[in-house]
């Protein structure tokens, strides 16, 4: 189920920022991906190895 549904968002991702590249300048469109990116990496850190980021913080 993880491995579909991140193929999923690796499919839709460039879609949807693709099309927000369209009515934003191109520099803003990037760094929102960017920030984006990050974000989902963070957010998806606990699921992928669980205990990493509570240890880290305790």
Same mark, same amino acid.
């Given at each position: 189920?993880?491995?579909?549904?991140?193929m999923s968002?690796? +499919?839709?991702?460039?879609?949807? #920022?693709? %099309? #927000?590249? $369209? #009515? =934003?300048?191109? +520099?803003?469109?990037?760094? %929102?991906t +960017? =920030? $984006? @990116? %990050?974000?989902? %990496?963070?957010l998806?850190?606990?699921?992928?190895?669980? $205990?990493? =980021? @509570?240890?880290?913080?305790?």
């Amino acid at each position: 189920m993880l491995n579909t549904t991140a193929m999923s968002i690796q +499919g839709v991702g460039p879609l949807v #920022f693709g %099309v #927000f590249a $369209g #009515f =934003v300048p191109v +520099g803003v469109a990037i760094a %929102v991906t +960017g =920030v $984006g @990116s %990050v974000a989902t %990496v963070l957010l998806l850190c606990e699921a992928a190895r669980p $205990g990493l =980021v @509570s240890a880290g913080a305790a």
